[in-house]
Structures are given as C-alpha cells and as structure tokens.
C-alpha cells in the first residue's frame, strides 16, 4: 500500500522521520542510552579491540557514516569493508574482533557470505538489520535491529538513514561501557538524536516541492557529480549511487580533496556538481576548505548545488542553487543532508517518467554473490 504516494519511494522518503524515531524507541531513557537486546553481552564488546563494519551498497554508505562516530565514541579502531571484498583477501581477524554487518534485507549474499567467514575466523559479529529473522541475524552472535518498517522500493532510503541510527546507538552504547565516552557527552548526544526527526520533517515540509520541482528542470542532465568531505564523503556516494540506480544519469561520487588529484579534470562549463557542505559551526576550517572548492571548480563553470546548513552565508556567492538543512552537530548531518539527495533522485527520475521503485537491472534483495 503506498499510502496515497505515487510510488513507495516517495511513501518510504516520507517515511524517514519515523525510520530514526523508532529505531531510537526504547534504546534512550533520560539521556542515558542502552539497548537492551545486547544485555548480557558486556563482555564481548569489552573484550574486543577493533570493529569492522561489513556492508554492500547505501549499508556500506551507512558504515561510513558509522566509522567517525564509532571512533569518536568507542575509541576503538575502525574499518568499514565491502563485504564481496572482505573474504577474497586474508584478512587479520580474531577473537577480540568485532564484525559489524549492515543489511536491510538480512539476505545479502555477499554480506551473508563474509559474516560468515568472519565466523569461521573466530570473530564477534554483531547484525544490524531490518528484516526480523532474516538470515544474517541468525548467523551472528549479537543483533540491532533497525526499525525502519518494511522497505518495498528497491532504491534503499529510509533504512539507510535507520542505519546510522542504530550505529550512533551502538557507539554510545559500547563507548559508554568501555568508559570512552562520559555520561554527560552521551546525553548530549542522545539528545542531539531524538532531535533529528523532526529536522528530517522539516526538510521533507519545507522543501520537498522545491527540490522536485529543481531536480525536473535537471532533467535533461547526463552527468551529475557529488562531492563532500568527512562524513558528507559518504553522502556524496549515497547521492551518486542513488541518481545513477532510478534515473541512470551518470552520477559520481567524491571526497573533495580528492578534487586536485583528478576528478577536477571533468569540471567544464554547465557540469552540476553536488557539494555536502559541512558546518562552519562545527569546523571552520573543513568548511574553509569545502567552500574553496565550491570556488575551484565554479571557476571552471561548474554549476553548484550547495547542501549547506540554515544560515550558512559563505556558500551563497558561489552556489547556483543552496539545499538548506536544520542546524546539527557535526556527525549528525548526515541523517539531514541525504534527505535533499533523496527527493532530488526521486524527483528527477519521476520527471522523466520512469518507474522509480522498480528500476532497470536491480532487485532489491540481492541473493546471489
Ligand atoms: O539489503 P541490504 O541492505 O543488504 O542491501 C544492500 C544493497 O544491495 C542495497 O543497499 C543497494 O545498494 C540499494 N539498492 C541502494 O539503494
């Protein structure tokens, strides 16, 4: 049932508020974060010395995000793998290692495959997932689910947002026990939490028409590029991914200080390019550079789609168009600047008439390696 929108997608973006808030419910209580389904399991997380997190895809995206709040807030080294490179190497893995797997599904193979593999090496693994009972939660020693509802559309967006979720939860949740992180920075945190929702409403309120109504007049585009630095890195891949997977435009995603290092050398007049602007508030100096490259490449005639936060006034010479977000601490913009990327893909694939819940070649559980 798609609710009276015209395609799940539409109906699963405007899902995304409730995709954060339920997957919070029941895991924070007066600013003190814990989630129940790993009582019991003290032990393993204070007995490991490493995470790495395993995922395909927007999951992987997801991961990340995840890496800078699970260094943050656990202290414990991080790697984030794609999870159909995991196991074709040798990896160093043991007992004291944490093997994260995001799947929507829980019926990823690759993803099945490395937990798995993982396993077999003596690792901890740890399933956050979204499908109750799926296969992958089974095969793992620890579970978070994430509590999105079901996900019909084949382009993943209100999960992905629900992944982030529960890994900031996880990262509280075992920093907290490993004392990496104080009681009180987690209540702030926890707090800054709740609020997204409600950011994420406004945004889907306040700008959803306008971002539909820009992304058909984009139209006609055949190549877009996004670029973003720190956590708005894997934004600017969910952006990408998500325009090439239901429009199929040519779309790439960037760090902008890889810029200078080549992606530069495709910038020629007209060519949209997507910016994840980080906030000035939280390090002026990555916006420094940010918005330095926002002037790199409009001097060579790019045309730039800022996602910048309310009030940012130093992109606004520079941008062509500025997609503004509610003000949030820095790991918690993610959760806000890929919703303007999610309504941009939807909008532009819908202006071409395409159907954006089944798009060409993808299935939306992928069960073959
Ligand atoms: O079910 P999963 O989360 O394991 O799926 C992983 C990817 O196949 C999935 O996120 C895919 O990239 C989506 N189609 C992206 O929109």
């Given at each position: 049932?798609?609710?009276g929108w015209p395609s799940?997608?539409?109906?699963?973006?405007?899902?995304?508020?409730?995709?954060?808030?339920?997957?919070?419910?029941?895991?924070?209580?007066?600013?003190?974060?814990?989630?129940?389904?790993?009582?019991?399991?003290?032990?393993?997380?204070?007995?490991?010395?490493?995470?790495?997190?395993?995922?395909?895809?927007?999951?992987?995206?997801?991961?990340?995000?995840?890496?800078?709040?699970?260094?943050?807030?656990?202290?414990?080294?991080?790697?984030?793998?794609?999870?159909?490179?995991?196991?074709?190497?040798?990896?160093?893995?043991?007992?004291?290692?944490?093997?994260?797997?995001?799947?929507?599904?829980?019926?990823?193979?690759?993803?099945?495959?490395?937990?798995?593999?993982?396993?077999?090496?003596?690792?901890?693994?740890?399933?956050?997932?979204?499908?109750?009972?799926?296969?992958?939660?089974?095969?793992?020693?620890?579970?978070?689910?994430?509590?999105?509802?079901?996900?019909?559309?084949?382009?993943?967006?209100?999960?992905?947002?629900?992944?982030?979720?529960?890994?900031?939860?996880?990262?509280?949740?075992?920093?907290?026990?490993?004392?990496?992180?104080?009681?009180?920075?987690?209540?702030?945190?926890?707090?800054?939490?709740?609020?997204?929702?409600?950011?994420?409403?406004?945004?889907?309120?306040?700008?959803?028409?306008?971002?539909?109504?820009?992304?058909?007049?984009?139209?006609?585009?055949?190549?877009?590029?996004?670029?973003?630095?720190?956590?708005?890195?894997?934004?600017?891949?969910?952006?990408?991914?998500?325009?090439?997977?239901?429009?199929?435009?040519?779309?790439?995603?960037?760090?902008?200080?890889?810029?200078?290092?080549?992606?530069?050398?495709?910038?020629?007049?007209?060519?949209?390019?997507?910016?994840?602007?980080?906030?000035?508030?939280?390090?002026?100096?990555?916006?420094?550079?940010?918005?330095?490259n926002i002037q790199e490449?409009?001097?060579?005639?790019?045309?730039?789609?800022?996602?910048?936060?309310?009030?940012?006034?130093?992109?606004?010479?520079?941008?062509?168009?500025?997609?503004?977000?509610?003000?949030?601490?820095?790991l918690f913009e993610p959760?806000?600047?890929?919703?303007?990327?999610?309504?941009?893909?939807?909008?532009?694939?819908?202006?071409?008439?395409?159907?954006?819940?089944?798009?060409?070649?993808?299935?939306?559980?992928?069960?073959?390696?």
């Amino acid at each position: 049932d798609k609710g009276g929108w015209p395609s799940f997608m539409a109906k699963e973006v405007s899902e995304e508020p409730e995709a954060v808030a339920n997957t919070l419910r029941g895991r924070i209580h007066d600013g003190v974060v814990s989630i129940p389904e790993l009582d019991g399991l003290d032990d393993l997380f204070r007995g490991i010395d490493r995470i790495i997190v395993i995922a395909c895809g927007t999951a992987a995206y997801a991961g990340m995000v995840g890496k800078y709040a699970l260094e943050q807030w656990t202290r414990l080294p991080v790697d984030v793998e794609l999870a159909h490179e995991f196991r074709y190497r040798d990896p160093v893995i043991g007992p004291s290692t944490l093997v994260v797997s995001i799947s929507q599904s829980g019926e990823t193979m690759d993803t099945l495959m490395a937990v798995k593999f993982a396993r077999e090496a003596g690792a901890k693994t740890l399933s956050i997932c979204n499908t109750q009972g799926a296969t992958i939660p089974r095969e793992s020693d620890a579970i978070v689910y994430t509590h999105a509802g079901p996900e019909v559309a084949v382009a993943s967006t209100k999960a992905f947002v629900a992944q982030i979720t529960a890994l900031y939860l996880l990262a509280l949740h075992v920093g907290r026990l490993r004392g990496a992180v104080s009681a009180s920075a987690v209540e702030e945190l926890a707090r800054e939490l709740e609020a997204v929702p409600s950011k994420i409403t406004w945004i889907l309120e306040n700008d959803r028409a306008r971002i539909e109504e820009f992304a058909a007049w984009m139209a006609d585009t055949r190549s877009v590029l996004f670029l973003g630095r720190h956590v708005g890195y894997p934004i600017a891949l969910e952006g990408a991914l998500k325009l090439k997977e239901i429009t199929y435009i040519h779309a790439e995603g960037f760090a902008a200080g890889e810029l200078k290092h080549g992606p530069i050398a495709l910038i020629e007049p007209g060519q949209p390019v997507f910016v994840i602007v980080p906030s000035p508030r939280a390090s002026a100096l990555l916006h420094a550079k940010v918005v330095s490259n926002i002037q790199e490449i409009r001097a060579r005639g790019a045309r730039v789609i800022a996602v910048a936060e309310e009030g940012d006034a130093a992109v606004l010479p520079f941008a062509d168009e500025v997609l503004r977000i509610p003000l949030a601490g820095p790991l918690f913009e993610p959760l806000l600047a890929v919703v303007p990327l999610h309504i941009f893909a939807m909008g532009l694939a819908g202006a071409k008439g395409l159907d954006v819940d089944q798009p060409r070649n993808l299935a939306k559980s992928v069960t073959v390696e």
